[in-house]
């Protein structure tokens, strides 16, 4: 399976659930996945969704710029997504990156091990 192929599946899914439902998302990590928001360290994924569940806007839209991936060690691969983050009522959105470090699952898919996201300052 193609890796960039794999990660734009990957990216798109990520946050159209992300803007829609991001209580969804808790299948995508697992107990040892790691997300660091804003240099914040959550473990866990029913600890990194109430965290992302909990964030202080209700609605959201992403824009992808750009994603690139890399084949990691055992499978997995590192995809690094650059884009914008529109907050509902916010005249301006917002620039941010995040980089995902996916692992391969027993039955054929991946999950999160790995997530860093900030926002990009200007």
């Known amino acids: 399976m193609d890796p960039d192929t794999v990660a734009k599946a ?12 991001r209580a969804g998302l808790v299948n995508l990590y697992q107990d040892s996945s790691m997300l ?9 994924s029913q600890n990194i969704v109430t965290k992302l569940t909990s964030l ?3 609605q959201c ?14 499978g997995g ?6 884009g914008n983050l529109q907050l509902a009522g916010e005249q301006h ?4 990156s995040q980089m995902f470090h996916l692992m391969p699952t027993p ?9 860093i996201f900030r926002l990009n300052y200007a």
């Open 61 to 74: 839209q992403h824009g992808i710029t750009t994603v690139d991936c890399q084949p990691s060690g055992a």
């Open 93 to 96: 959105a917002l620039k941010f």
């Open 107 to 115: 039955q054929g898919s991946f999950y999160v091990l790995n997530d």
């Open 77 to 82: 691969m590192l995809v690094f997504v650059s």
């Open 36 to 44: 660091t928001f804003e240099g914040q360290k959550i473990q866990g």
């Open 10 to 21: 990957f990216v798109e899914h990520y946050y159209s659930t992300f803007d829609a439902n």
């Open 56 to 58: 202080p806007f209700q």
